[in-house]
């Protein structure tokens, strides 16, 4: 498992947030499904460093 100072919490969020809106800009459906699986992944990794940083005891 990868130390809690790897998990960069807010280039996920903005990564999240930017994949929500390329995906609403898309014109592709096939772009829209990829952005928006993207945005999913990156909005997972936001979960799960947050569990791992609560779990130890350290303040995000």
């Known amino acids: 498992m990868p130390n809690v100072q790897d998990y960069d919490l807010e280039y996920s969020k903005k ?6 809106q390329a995906s609403a800009l898309a014109k592709d459906m096939c772009a829209k ?5 993207l945005a999913m992944l990156y909005g997972d990794r936001v979960i799960s460093a947050r569990r791992a940083i609560n779990e130890r005891g350290l303040n995000p």
């Open 15 to 20: 990564r999240e947030q930017a994949e929500r």
């Open 33 to 37: 499904a990829v952005h928006r699986s």
